[in-house]
């Protein structure tokens, strides 16, 4: 099979390392340019990494070579090299929203992790297994932006993947209505480690700064309508949310309260989760995991250190369903950040564009 041509726009960095070293073992993606700032272009890959690889793989052997392109100046150059690229630059937001348009206007598809464009109306904000349908906008988006080919696609925030996924199938069924959620997020989602941030040892941080903001608006969007070129978000629903820095490296837990109008049985809601399968499992792509949600009957699972690399990191963890006094039930969700709330979302995204023709 012939492999689609990738470049990573901000492939020096934490995110972009972990797109480089997916790639790098991926079946129908090859990594054929890497970009970054001025700081590290004309180097070598290796070179522009050295002393800051983060990953636990080896540095890709095809990585290595590559010259790193400067994401700002060489854009017509990159289009022209690849098929798509996956975007995690790290700028003003106003400045990535121009450089993703800027790569998408010159027919080269975007798939970024980046939130610049997350409330763009006629971008996709897509979990694979909860919105596919959502990729629908994408002619819509064409036509605003002028191009045959380009577009920009987006993943969701890392903090929302630990419990969208599990209100999913319960949300319409059983009419899902209200949730209340605590996040306990790792350190790796700020881009740090314990050796770059020493005061997370021992410490808990009550505040990351617009992550509540996105824990409860983001899911009003994933479960949006698409109507008249726009995705419209839903209202039938609310969130409210705290999130909290935690030291652990990767993970993010959270702590659900919701609430239905149609109050279903545990054991409907465990039938659910089990039963649960998305696009991504029905089209086998290679990063779906094969069972999404998976349900720990011990009461002290899910564990941030045992369990965040479910399915290489792409499944969602789930437990302690249980009653509630003020909610109808309370459970615990787990997802790991970096690979399905990061990188690996992204992955799986561009792997559905791919299957679907919107990425030729
Ligand atoms: N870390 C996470 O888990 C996580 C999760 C979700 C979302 N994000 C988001 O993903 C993005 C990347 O995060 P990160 O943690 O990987 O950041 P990072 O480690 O600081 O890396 C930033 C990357 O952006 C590049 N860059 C910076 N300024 C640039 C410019 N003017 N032109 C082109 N490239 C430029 C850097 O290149 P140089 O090496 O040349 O400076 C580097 O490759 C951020 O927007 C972040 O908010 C991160």
Sequence with gaps: MKKYKV???????MVGQRFVSLIADHPWFELTVTAASSRSAGKTYEEAVAGRWQMPTPLPEASKKLTVLTAETDIEAIASEVDFVFSAVDMKKDEIKALE???????CPVVSNNSAHRWTPDVPMVIPEVNPEHLEIIPSQRKRLGTTRGFIAVKSNCS?????????????????NRAL???????????KTFESWPEMVDNVIPYIGGEEEKSEQE??????????GAIVPTNSLSITSQCIRVPATDGHMAAVFVGFERKPDISEIKQLWKDFRGLPQTLSLPS????????FEEENRPQTGLDRGLEGGMAVSLGRLRPDSQYDYRFIGLSHNTLRGAAGGAVLLAE????QGYIS
């Design 160 to 176: 929302i993947q630990s419990y969208v996924p599990a209100f999913h199938p319960l949300k319409d069924k059983f009419g899902l």
């Design 7 to 13: 470049g990573v726009i901000g492939a020096t960095g």
């Design 101 to 107: 348009e800027a790569y998408a206007r010159a027919e």
């Design 352 to 355: 559905l564009l791919c299957a």
């Design 181 to 191: 959620v605590c996040t306990y997020q790792a350190i790796s989602g700020a881009g």
């Design 288 to 295: 779906a995991p094969k069972q999404f949600l998976h349900y």
């Design 219 to 228: 899911p009003l969007k994933i479960w949006g309508s698409l109507e008249g």
